[in-house]
Each structure stands twice: as structure tokens, then as C-alpha cells.
């Protein structure tokens, strides 16, 4: 089945700077990449997602980027604020099934006013 | 709003009994899961039913039972089999089963305490 590994476990940044979250994943086949972001006590709530016929997806201020060949991807947050702080998930799937659907163990986002 | 709505928010449960967990989402979805989440993990899927009168086990269903009798409802019943239930629960779901475009979409979650 498919392993994603997430780094790092846990990131503090100073407001206004950039926060970069890496995750890796072992099945080629996979060709969905979602990431979702979650608050103390919430469920989770996709934030961005990217399919594998994409190599980069922007929406404001987030961003992923995909590199097939090495089978990783990145999620990248750019002038964060203090809003930003949560956990943050990323997944893959290789089939449409959510059975399919593997998770990162998370990155605890701390965003320093 | 349509949504998922997850209750209770928090529960308590003794040593050897049985509790139920609701979900239910007025979004028409076909497919719903169930989720466990412990700290510093990632989700992990005790059940999953593609559509209503169907369920499939996940990755950690022992211990758990799901019904899925109507297709807006899905309670999971954590039973006493269950050695290690403390943790946070979620219920998902998505539009289909197996449509490459699905997004799932969560509930808000229900901690459980074993006291």
C-alpha cells in the first residue's frame, strides 16, 4: 500500500515569512495530492489540492508543487499570519476510492506575531 | 447549510461499554467513512460505505461497528472490544465512491475518553 512520510513534525515561523511542508510517497501510481488544514479541536478542511498532470497549483498566498520523478510534493505559505497556525495534513491517492486515500502524520504550524 | 454534523462533541465512556458516535451530512454524498486520529498521527480509516446497506472494513475496524441504513447516516459503535479507544473520531465523506475528482470533505469530529 501506499506510505506518505510528512516533514517536519512541527515549524514556527515569523509572520510575514514563508513555511514550507514536504511529504513523500511511495506508490507511483498515486495521482491525487490533497492537503488539508486543521484547527485545535476541528475537523479538517482542504485547503488546496493538485492532480498528478499538474506541476504546480497556486491560490493566493498557498501553493503546491509536484514532482512526480521523485514523488514528492510541498506545500508552500507565503506571507504567513497568525491564522495560519494549525496542523496541517497532506495525502495521497491513487485510485478514487478514499480507501485509497493515505495521510501524512501532520505538521504543527506556529506562525510568531 | 448542508455539512456533516458529528455528535456528541465530546464523551465519556467506562470500561466495558459500549458507545455510538453520530454522524450525519445532508450533502447527498453516496460514500462515508470513519476516521481515527491520535496525537502526533495521521488519520487512519476504521470504515468506510460506498453507498447506503453497504460497509467495507478499513485499516483498524477491530473493535468498531458501523450500519449505514440510511444514506444521510452512519453512526460508528466503538465497542468494549475495543482496548484502546481514546482518541478523536471523524466522519467523512465524498459525492462517489470511486470519481477521480472526489473531494471528502469532514465533520468536526467527537473526542472519546475512556474514564
Known amino acids: 500500500g501506499e506510505n506518505v512520510e510528512q516533514h517536519p513534525s512541527t515549524l514556527s515561523v515569523q509572520e510575514g515569512d514563508s513555511a514550507v511542508i514536504k511529504c513523500t510517497y511511495s506508490d507511483s501510481a498515486s495521482n491525487y495530492f490533497p492537503w488539508y488544514k486543521q484547527e485545535l479541536g476541528k475537523g479538517p478542511q482542504l485547503i488546496i489540492d493538485i492532480r498528478s498532470n499538474v506541476g504546480e497549483k497556486k491560490d493566493q498566498r498557498i501553493a503546491v508543487t509536484l514532482n512526480k520523478t521523485a514523488k514528492h510534493f510541498s506545500l508552500h505559505i507565503t506571507e504567513t499570519q497568525p491564522e495560519d497556525s494549525a496542523v496541517y495534513f497532506c495525502a495521497a491517492r491513487s485510485r478514487g476510492g478514499a480507501n485509497n486515500l493515505f495521510f501524512g502524520t501532520g505538521t504543527r504550524l506556529t506562525v510568531i506575531p | 447549510d448542508g455539512g456533516i454534523t458529528q455528535s456528541p462533541k465530546y464523551l465519556f465512556r467506562k470500561e466495558g461499554q459500549n458507545v455510538t458516535l453520530s454522524c450525519e451530512q445532508n450533502l447527498n454524498h453516496d460514500a462515508m467513512y470513519w476516521y481515527r486520529q491520535d496525537p502526533g498521527q495521521g488519520l487512519r480509516l476504521i470504515y468506510y460505505?460506498?453507498?447506503?446497506?453497504?460497509?467495507q472494513k478499513g485499516d483498524i475496524a477491530e473493535g468498531y461497528s458501523v450500519s449505514r441504513e440510511k444514506k444521510e447516516s452512519f453512526p460508528l459503535t466503538v465497542t468494549s472490544a475495543q482496548k484502546n479507544p481514546t482518541a478523536f473520531y471523524l466522519c467523512a465523506s465524498t459525492p462517489s465512491w470511486d470519481a477521480s475528482g472526489n473531494t471528502i470533505y469532514f465533520g468536526e469530529g467527537s473526542w472519546l475518553t475512556v474514564v
Open positions: 460505505s460506498q453507498i447506503v446497506n453497504d460497509f
